[in-house]
């Protein structure tokens, strides 16, 4: 591997660990705000990667898919709730899940927006920057706005589901990541997750670019 790839990979690495961040932040923040300091007294409501990154899902796992080239999969360290101190319930959670991959979608506006505005060479350093920016943050809220537990946007579909629905969910949330990791991996010889994700990722580039009209 050549110096330039290293340099590229860490690039990417930081981008990924800083879009992780804020988005963790904003869960805190929020369950904070709806008043449950569980966050708080874990000392998430911060924007210090260190206290959100997860030593297995963020840095050791990712690297040994990586080397065993299978797909890249991880998470960050979950912010936890109680639920009992959350001022609106279960519409609390959904807000608190929603914000993260919210976070997200707007980051990647502001990149792409930046990229467009200011004409950067895509080719330039500062361009594969802005526009890796763009596809990381874009891909962490397509992804994480799929219902499935225990991903975000599980927690949004929750709340407006009927009992049935709900009691599935709850089966599946036992189990919790490795029901995310077997689709993932399941999905990689079929590129079905990937078609799908790439796909939202495309619309709403485009999205962004009548919004910018170009």
């Known amino acids: 591997m050549s110096d330039v790839n290293v340099f590229y990979i860490f690039i990417v690495f930081c981008i990924i ?3 992780m961040t804020l988005h963790e932040a904003m869960h805190a923040f929020v ?3 709806q008043g449950d300091d569980t ?4 000392g998430r409501l911060t924007l210090n990667p260190i206290k959100h990154i ?11 898919l990586y080397i065993f080239n299978a ?22 959670v959904a807000l608190i899940a929603l914000v993260g991959p919210l976070t997200n979608l707007v980051i990647a ?3 792409f927006g930046i990229l467009v505005l200011l ?3 895509p080719n330039s350093i500062i361009g594969f920057i802005l526009s890796m920016g763009v596809r990381i943050n874009l891909g962490f809220f397509v992804f994480n706005m799929i219902p499935i537990p225990p991903l975000d946007g599980s927690r949004v579909l929750y709340v407006l589901a009927p009992d ?5 969910m709850d089966v599946i949330e036992q189990y919790g990541i490795i029901v995310v990791f077997a689709i993932v991996m399941i999905s990689s010889y079929t590129n079905v997750l990937e078609l799908i994700i790439g796909n939202a990722i495309n619309l709403i580039l485009s999205l962004f670019s009548s919004i910018f009209g170009i």
Request: no cysteine.
């Open 17 to 19: 660990i800083l879009s």
């Open 31 to 33: 369950s904070y705000w």
């Open 39 to 42: 966050a708080k007294q874990d």
């Open 54 to 64: 997860d030593p297995i899902m963020t840095i050791i796992l990712p690297i040994v």
């Open 71 to 92: 797909p890249i999969f991880g998470g960050a360290k979950p912010v936890l709730f109680n639920l009992n101190r959350l001022r609106n319930g279960e519409w609390s």
């Open 109 to 111: 506006f502001i990149l």
């Open 119 to 121: 004409k950067v060479d």
């Open 164 to 168: 049935f629905v709900r009691r599935v």
